[in-house]
């Protein structure tokens, strides 16, 4: 059993087609300069923030992503540092503009 961070949030409709990128690369863990690129889009500087984030939990791995009816659900293993990891998201992802944000600690009964 490993230890989860979840995260929902919905972004506005005119940068949907964005945050699906931002899916498409999450489902396949790829966390390079792609992935930084596109949060610089949504808020200038947010690319650095979010390699502080990566150097931070080295080993931070996507679980499932998805963006299904303009929500954007993803699910990290997070194993014992879930709760630092959870508010390093939250700080991350709260000043970016989207509508809504949930993140919840949970665990994947997966061993």
Known sequence: MSETV????????????LWQQVTLLLQDNSTGAKLQDLF???LAGAGDTFEEILEQFPDLWVEQAEF????????????????????????FFEPLP??????????????
């Open 40 to 42: 610089d889009e949504v």
């Open 68 to 91: 299904e009816q303009g929500k954007l659900s993803v699910e990290f293993l997070a194993g014992p540092e879930a709760e630092e990891l959870a508010e390093a998201l939250e700080s």
């Open 6 to 17: 979840q995260l929902l949030l919905t972004p506005p409709d005119a940068t949907s087609k």
């Open 98 to 111: 989207i509508k809504d944000l949930n993140i919840e600690l949970g665990c994947d009964d997966a061993d």
